[in-house]
C-alpha cells in the first residue's frame, strides 16, 4: 500500500506541474501611449528653460498567485488503473501473500507438531516408567523366590539331620514347616498377581500409543499428498520424511518419497529410497518397480529389465505402465523387454 501511495503522488506531481506552470506563466506588460509631442521653439534665440521633471510612482511588479490545477477523475482512474496492472504491484503483491501464507502455514504446522507430540511424549514417559516398574518387580520377586528357596533347602536339609535324631521333634515342626510354605505360596502369588496386573496395563498403554503414533502416520501422509498435489515437492518430501521417522517400515511413505525424487531429477537419492523400501518391505512391487525406473532413466538398461520382471511378478498389473511409462521408452524395442512384459 506505501509503494502505490508513493507511485500515484509521483504520476500527479508529473500531470500537474505543468498545468502549474502554464498558470504561473506572468503576462506580458501592457505597452503605454506615447509622449505627446512637444511644441516647436519660437524663431529667434530664446532664454533657455528648465522643466522640472514630474515624479511618477513606480509601477508595481506584476505577480500571478499560482492556481492549483483541479483533480481529473479520469486521470485517477487511469492511474489507479495502470498501477493494478502493473507487473511490479502484482509481483510485490504476491510476494507478500507468499510470505505471509507460508508463515503462517510453518507456524500452524509446528504448534500441531507440538499438539501431537507432547501427549505421545507423555505415553512414552508413562509406558517406560510402568515397564521399569515392571521389571523392578519382576527381579523382586525373582530375588525372593530365590531367598525363600534357599531357606526352604536350608530347613529341608535341616529337617532330615533332625529326623534321624529325633523323630519327635520332626513330628512336631511339620506342622509349623507347613504353615511356612503356605505363607510363602500365597505371597508368591499376590505378587505375580501384581506384576500381572501391570504387565496388563503396560500392554494397553502400548496399545493406545500405537493408535497414536497411526494417526500421526496417516495426518503426515495426507499432508505429503496434499503438498505433492500443489506441485510443492520439496515440502512433501520433508512431510514423506516425517512419516518414516514415525514407522521406518512404512512402504508407501518410501515409495511417495521416491517417485517424488525421481520427478525432481535426483536419482540417486530415489534409488537409494527405493531400495530402504525394499529392505523393510521385499514384497512391495512397487518399490521394483521405481528401482527400475531409476536404472532406466541413467541408462542401465539391464538392471532396470531385472528389476522389471520382479515387479510384474509381484504385480502384474504393472505390464500397462511400464508400456506408457517414458522411463521405458528406450528400452521398448528390445526383445528382454517385451518377454518380461509377457513374462
Known amino acids: 500500500m506505501m509503494q502505490k501511495s508513493y507511485i500515484l503522488a509521483v504520476l500527479s506531481l508529473l500531470l500537474v506541474s505543468p498545468k502549474g506552470a502554464i498558470a504561473q506563466d506572468p503576462t506580458a506588460p501592457q505597452p503605454t501611449p506615447p509622449d505627446a509631442a512637444a511644441p516647436l521653439p519660437p524663431d529667434g534665440p530664446a532664454e533657455p528653460s528648465f522643466t522640472a521633471p514630474v515624479p511618477t510612482e513606480p509601477a508595481e511588479p506584476s505577480f500571478i498567485a499560482p492556481v492549483p490545477a483541479e483533480p481529473d477523475p ?49 505415553l512414552a514417559l508413562l509406558w517406560w516408567m510402568r515397564r521399569e516398574m515392571v521389571s523392578q518387580v519382576v527381579d523382586e520377586v525373582e530375588g525372593h523366590l530365590s531367598d525363600e528357596l534357599k531357606a526352604e533347602v536350608s530347613r529341608e536339609l535341616k529337617a532330615d539331620f533332625a529326623s534321624a535324631s529325633a523323630p519327635a521333634a520332626a513330628s512336631a515342626a511339620e506342622p509349623a514347616q507347613l504353615k ?12 505375580m498377581s501384581n506384576a500381572r496386573h501391570t504387565i496388563e496395563n503396560s500392554m494397553q498403554l502400548q496399545d ?15 499432508q505429503g499428498r496434499q503438498l505433492e498435489a500443489n506441485g510443492q515437492y520439496t515440502e512433501a518430501i520433508a512431510a514423506f520424511d516425517r512419516a518414516i521417522e514415525v514407522d521406518e517400515r512404512h512402504r508407501e511413505a518410501y515409495c511417495a518419497k521416491g517417485s517424488l525424487l525421481i520427478t525432481l531429477q535426483r536419482l540417486e537419492e530415489a534409488l537409494a529410497t527405493y531400495a530402504q523400501a525394499v529392505k523393510v518391505a521385499p514384497d512391495c512391487a512397487e518399490a521394483w518397480y521405481g528401482i527400475a525406473r531409476c536404472y532406466a532413466l541413467v541408462g542401465h538398461q539391464e ?7 520382479k515387479a510384474i511378478h509381484l504385480n502384474p498389473s504393472l505390464k500397462e505402465q511400464a508400456q506408457q511409462n517414458e522411463a521405458f521408452a528406450n528400452l521398448r524395442e528390445q526383445d528382454a523387454f517385451q518377454t518380461a512384459l509377457v513374462g
Open 208 to 222: 493406545r500409543l500405537d493408535g497414536r503414533l497411526q494417526d500421526v502416520l496417516e495426518l503426515q501422509m495426507m
Open 74 to 122: 479520469s486521470l485517477d482512474w487511469q492511474i489507479d488503473n495502470r498501477l493494478r496492472n502493473s507487473p511490479v504491484v502484482q509481483d510485490a503483491i504476491n510476494d507478500a501473500v507468499d510470505r505471509n501464507f507460508s508463515w503462517t502455514f510453518g507456524l500452524l504446522n509446528i504448534l500441531l507438531l507440538l499438539l501431537i507430540l507432547f501427549p505421545i511424549a507423555g
Open 303 to 309: 538392471p532396470a529389465i531385472d528389476n522389471l520382471k
Open 180 to 191: 511356612d510354605m503356605v505363607s510363602m505360596a500365597l505371597s508368591v502369588q499376590n505378587v
